[in-house]
């Protein structure tokens, strides 16, 4: 599904390398975890994946299901299956929420040569999705992201995934700003997404997120590489000692 | 003071290409205001009000040649229901307008009403005058005295239909004066409508009205002939609880000046005074407003956006002044621009003065470029580049356009800048 050979990334602005040379494979049907110290490089390589500007790549490459990633615009991207749950979403003023999902799933569908959906059928599906996320009729209707709580708007991170039925899903941190009951209704809609064609790539800080979405394989970065690999029980073991015993023992 | 020798004879050379109307009832008032111009003389390039924009064009003797242009779609409010008086450079249309008759309001021509007592005398020129206190409008003095027509609308009632007036554009060297006189009775409620470009240059002023209690709701277009110049007043009297909601979309145009004078004299009205203008290269649009509150518990909006791009020239010179003892003063006013590169640029006066001390007034101006953070998160969801920096714009206007209270007529709005902002993209 996403390959990722030898990913060397630096900040545009600085001459700072944050990526040193990533590998990483992530199979269709499979949920792969990311953790790691801050500043090692995770969002980063969200960032580079999804088509953020303000980073250059030095060297490897990233595809999706064959395609080169680094070479498309982020619509692109988006349009070839990739999907990006922000850290941070952002508020959008003046733009409304289903407006906004009518005119992104309508111009991926574009983009793929496939019909538009009608308000219609749009309509009915939005409603279904939403209700699944405990996201009111008023949440939709208000502009995107705009005086929602942290907990809304990664719902409304989730919704979008779930509208756009993207291929192979990066959720960035999503874990952060959320209590106990929002992690676990978030979480829910991330499982009920878990399929057979479907790849996911969790980056987080903590274990406690991977309790509830359970990973098949852990990374752990530092300083932009991937230096150890394993099962759920490498999420356990940071989370009982921390990363300066795996670095360690890396080093 | 008496006036520069240049102004003195910029003023006279351009009366001497017009021709003082008779005007029955009006005659007085023309002529006052004739010696009102001649007393203020016409606006110069050294004027502190013409700071940001160039008056020349619109006061040299002749309209600049403007040339004809075919927007290819159909004109805005066409699909509503409305009573059509239609203006060609200037020039009634009676072929093209309907009937004036609608229950609930009269209509007649400003030069058809030729009887020597008539209601719109006490208001011809008058709102103008109190307009031209503390600062002068020269343009609107001159059109006072020498407006060729204009309707003279009084509404008793609430007509069943919006009243719409349409200028067209059809001479390349028109010269067009309109002025227009609304009344609303007490408890009345009317919508007004305005498009069209005019003329090559278009000079019309509108004096409105507005007795306790009654409402009037105003949208206008300017068409969107590239080369036309329009310079507008707009004179508005609110008595108690009235209500004055004004919109104007203004789309193209290498020179317009919208100016807005509103005076809130009876406690408890509302005045909303809203802007929406997107232009591309060669264009300049000047908003000017002066709200005054002279009543108690008052409140007035100022909400005025501006799109340009390619060099284009947005100002905005906004002032609410509150009277000693117009306490309970609701005033906002925002004014921003959207540049879309560089060369564009927007120029902006926001002033309050207040002599009463309790009162709640607010005013922001600001200018920026399009939310790179906003833009990637559309994109990372699959809208393309130029749909997500439409989306957004639309977006940047809409605080403007909501202060349309008619849902039909927003929509309309809405659905004209889209179209030009794709006609416009990259």
């Not at chain 2, 409402?215 to 008595?239: C, N, S």
């Amino acid at each position: 599904m996403l390959e990722i050979k030898n990913l060397h990334v630096k900040l545009e602005e600085e001459d700072k390398q944050i990526l040193k040379g990533v590998d990483l494979s992530v199979e269709a049907g499979k949920v792969h975890a990311i953790m790691g110290p801050n500043g090692s490089g995770k969002s980063t390589l969200s960032y580079v994946l999804s088509g953020r500007e303000g980073y250059e790549v030095t060297g490897g490459s990233a595809e999706l299901l064959g395609e080169d990633l680094l070479d498309m615009e982020p619509e692109e991207r988006a349009a070839a299956g990739l999907f990006l749950a922000f850290q941070y979403p952002v508020e959008i003023p003046g733009v409304g929420n289903m407006t906004f999902l009518r005119t992104a799933l309508n111009a991926q569908r574009k983009a793929r040569g496939q019909e538009e959906m009608n308000a219609t059928d749009f309509l009915k599906l939005i409603r279904a999705k939403a209700k699944e996320l405990k996201i009111d009729a008023d949440m939709l209707k208000r502009p995107v992201n705009v005086g929602f709580s942290g907990g809304e708007k990664k719902r409304n991170e989730i919704l979008q995934m779930a509208m756009l039925e993207p291929k192979m899903c990066i959720l960035d941190e999503t874990d952060s700003g959320l209590d106990v009951d929002a992690m676990k209704l978030v979480s829910e809609g991330v499982n009920a997404l878990r399929d057979e064609g479907r790849g996911f790539l969790v980056i987080t800080h903590y274990q406690r997120l991977l309790d509830h979405i359970k990973p098949d394989v852990v990374h752990i970065m530092s300083d932009g590489r991937i230096i150890k690999t394993g099962g759920p029980e490498l999420a356990l073991e940071v989370e009982q000692n921390g990363y300066a015993d795996l670095l360690a023992e890396v080093a | 003071m008496a006036l520069p020798q240049t102004k003195l004879d910029a003023t006279e050379e351009r009366l001497s290409s017009l021709t003082l109307p008779e005007g029955g009832w009006s005659g007085a008032a023309r002529k006052d205001a004739l010696a009102r111009l001649r007393e203020y003389g016409l606006p110069g390039r050294r004027d502190e009000y013409w700071k940001y924009t160039r008056p020349d064009t619109l006061v040299q003797p002749g309209a600049p040649r403007a040339a004809l242009f075919d927007p290819g779609e159909a004109p805005v409010f066409d699909s509503i229901d409305r009573l059509k008086i239609v203006f060609v450079d200037g020039v009634f249309d009676a072929g093209a307008s309907d009937d004036l008759s609608l229950e609930g309001v009269t209509i007649e021509r400003l030069a058809e009403a030729q009887s020597d007592l008539h209601w719109a005398q006490s208001l011809y020129g008058v709102l103008e005058v109190k307009g031209q206190d503390p600062v002068q409008r020269p343009l609107a003095a001159l059109n006072t005295a020498y407006a060729t027509d204009g309707v003279l609308i009084h509404v008793t009632g609430k007509p069943s239909r919006p009243i719409s007036l349409i200028y067209h554009h059809r001479s390349e060297s028109s010269d067009a004066i309109l002025h227009h006189v609304i009344k609303l009775d007490a408890g009345a409620e009317a919508t007004i409508l305005e498009n069209g470009p005019a003329a090559a240059r278009f000079n019309k002023c509108m004096e409105v009205d507005i007795a306790d209690n009654a409402t009037l709701h105003h949208v206008r277009t300017q068409g969107r002939d590239h080369e036309r110049r329009a310079a507008t007043h707009i004179f508005a009297r609110l008595g108690t609880e009235s209500v004055f909601k004004s919109f104007t979309l203004t789309a193209n145009g290498v020179l317009t000046r919208n100016e807005c004078v509103i005076e809130l004299t009876g406690d408890d009205a509302v005045a909303h005074v809203a802007g929406a203008c997107v232009g591309d290269g060669d264009f300049h649009h000047d908003d000017t407003v002066f709200i005054t509150h002279d009543a108690v518990n008052c409140e007035s909006r100022q909400v005025f956006k501006k799109v340009l791009r390619n060099g284009a020239t947005g100002v905005f010179q906004g002032k609410i002044l509150v009277k000693p003892g117009a306490q309970k003063t609701d005033g906002y006013q925002i004014s921003q621009s959207l540049l879309l590169d560089d060369d564009s640029q927007f120029l902006a006066k926001p002033e309050l003065e207040i002599y009463a001390d309790d009162v709640a007034c607010s005013h922001g101006s600001t200018s920026g470029a399009i939310d790179e953070e906003a833009l990637f998160y559309l994109r990372s969801r699959g809208v393309p580049e130029g749909e997500a920096v439409n989306l957004l714009t639309l977006a940047f206007l809409a605080e403007a356009v909501e202060e349309i209270e008619d849902e039909t007529l927003s929509e309309e709005i809405t659905a004209r800048i889209e179209q030009w902002l794709i006609r416009h993209a990259g």
